[in-house]
């Protein structure tokens, strides 16, 4: 069933949101009302299934704070990750999703680092379909030259076995990624996300990185968000990975499995 559709949460920030039909993938834009101001890109992937009361629509998306609208937004570095379900209430239904936030600029408040939080979305009064835009945002001209730290093969441990994840830019001086993450029964699913290709040292330390991605198997599909940051002084990616399952609608309170993940690069 097609996720496209508009959403608004309690911040009111609004939420417009494209669906593959035949895929999952989506695509949208993000109208944030807290900390940042503007219009920002957002890439996930959604169940294909409509959310009934026993079993809800799992899904997953990834967002760089750095606004469609020109110039710089505040904050402009920092990435989410989002993952949960759509949950069928009694006569309309709720976007219950786990937001993990990620400060990465040493200069604003927070602090750098992870930050959760639970966001309840609404379906919007008018629900339009998304402005879906390419979702990369162009290297800035005043910028120096932008190093590629992303692109090539990352493995880590899990508790199953060795996890491996290949990701590139989309195109030099884009915050947009692809990829494939394999996992270790060897199954491969597609990424998509974004990287602050915009951190460098010495003012930062950490690049921001975050991506979705999902899996299928016999009891549906669940939707992974992935977020975190690049560490530029050890090289390591340092993640937190959110992993939204289907649940009935009286049982949301696991619907979302919160793990760290840690990439080394593979030497080519």
């Given at each position: 069933?097609?996720?496209?559709?508009?959403?608004i949460n309690s911040y009111h920030s609004l939420m417009k949101l494209y669906q593959d039909p035949v895929t999952g993938l989506l695509k949208g834009t993000y109208a944030s009302t807290t900390g940042g101001t503007g219009?920002?890109?957002?890439?996930?992937?959604?169940?294909?299934?409509?959310?009934?009361?026993?079993?809800?629509?799992?899904?997953?998306?990834?967002?760089?704070?750095?606004?469609?609208?020109?110039?710089?937004?505040?904050?402009?570095?920092?990435?989410?990750?989002?993952?949960?379900?759509?949950?069928?209430?009694?006569?309309?239904?709720?976007?219950?999703?786990?937001?993990?936030?990620?400060?990465?600029?040493?200069?604003?408040?927070?602090?750098?680092?992870?930050?959760?939080?639970k966001l309840i979305f609404v379906p919007a009064a008018v629900n339009e379909n998304a402005v879906v835009k390419n979702g990369i945002v162009s290297a800035e001209p005043a910028m120096a030259t932008i190093t590629d730290?992303?692109?090539?093969?990352?493995?880590?441990?899990?508790?199953?076995?060795?996890?491996?994840?290949?990701?590139?830019?989309?195109?030099?001086?884009?915050?947009?990624?692809?990829?494939?993450?394999?996992?270790?029964?060897?199954?491969?699913?597609?990424?998509?996300?974004?990287?602050?290709?915009?951190?460098?040292?010495?003012?930062?330390?950490?690049?921001?990185?975050?991506?979705?991605?999902?899996?299928?198997?016999?009891?549906?599909?669940?939707?992974?968000?992935?977020?975190?940051?690049?560490?530029?002084?050890?090289?390591?990616?340092?993640?937190?990975?959110?992993?939204?399952?289907?649940?009935?609608?009286?049982?949301?309170?696991?619907?979302?499995?919160?793990?760290?993940?840690?990439?080394?690069?593979?030497?080519?």
């Amino acid at each position: 069933m097609s996720n496209t559709k508009a959403w608004i949460n309690s911040y009111h920030s609004l939420m417009k949101l494209y669906q593959d039909p035949v895929t999952g993938l989506l695509k949208g834009t993000y109208a944030s009302t807290t900390g940042g101001t503007g219009t920002y890109d957002v890439l996930g992937w959604a169940s294909l299934q409509r959310a009934t009361p026993a079993a809800g629509q799992t899904m997953a998306i990834s967002i760089l704070w750095r606004s469609n609208d020109g110039g710089k937004s505040d904050p402009s570095h920092e990435v989410s990750g989002m993952a949960g379900q759509v949950v069928a209430m009694l006569k309309t239904e709720n976007l219950e999703l786990l937001h993990l936030f990620v400060e990465t600029n040493p200069a604003t408040t927070p602090q750098t680092g992870f930050y959760p939080d639970k966001l309840i979305f609404v379906p919007a009064a008018v629900n339009e379909n998304a402005v879906v835009k390419n979702g990369i945002v162009s290297a800035e001209p005043a910028m120096a030259t932008i190093t590629d730290r992303i692109t090539g093969t990352w493995v880590g441990k899990t508790a199953e076995g060795i996890i491996e994840i290949s990701l590139q830019l989309d195109e030099a001086g884009e915050t947009q990624l692809s990829g494939t993450i394999t996992y270790p029964d060897g199954n491969k699913y597609p990424v998509a996300g974004f990287t602050d290709i915009f951190a460098s040292q010495p003012a930062f330390t950490m690049q921001g990185i975050t991506f979705s991605t999902y899996t299928d198997g016999p009891g549906g599909r669940s939707c992974i968000a992935i977020a975190g940051y690049l560490n530029l002084i050890s090289g390591k990616i340092i993640l937190m990975q959110l992993l939204a399952q289907t649940t009935d609608s009286v049982s949301t309170w696991y619907q979302t499995q919160l793990d760290q993940l840690v990439l080394q690069k593979e030497m080519q």
